[in-house]
């Protein structure tokens, strides 16, 4: 028996896969507010507003992903996608630096950020 919230990522998968971006980010966006613990559902929608021009929205998403997921390196991979896109530089070279100590096993939230 599927959750609510899964019922809805399915659905928003089957969006996607019509290509039907605006659609597939309104499902993800109700899954994300139905289960607000679900990474997949913070990723999946961050990364439709990416792809929707939708930067701020994309970014507070996927700053909710990180909040979620502190060492995992795609969750910072698409924070930094999603800050590039939205021409913030620095958030997203200091993003890329997180991804990469995640991926060597560390943990990028040791990191500080520069003065």
């Known amino acids: 028996m599927s959750t609510p919230s899964e019922e809805k990522m399915e659905a928003a998968h089957m969006a996607l896969a019509l290509g039907e971006m605006g659609q597939a980010a309104a499902l993800y966006r109700t899954a994300s507010e139905l289960d607000p613990a679900n990474p997949e559902a913070w990723q999946a929608l961050g990364m ?68």
């Open 48 to 115: 439709a507003l990416v792809k929707l021009g939708e930067l701020e929205e994309a970014i507070t998403s996927l700053e909710k992903l990180v909040a979620l997921k502190p060492k995992d390196q795609l969750a910072y991979t698409s924070l930094s996608l999603a800050y590039g896109r939205a021409g913030k530089i620095q958030e997203a070279e200091e993003m890329a630096g997180k991804a990469k100590v995640a991926a060597w096993g560390g943990d990028p939230t040791r990191i500080n950020k520069p003065a």
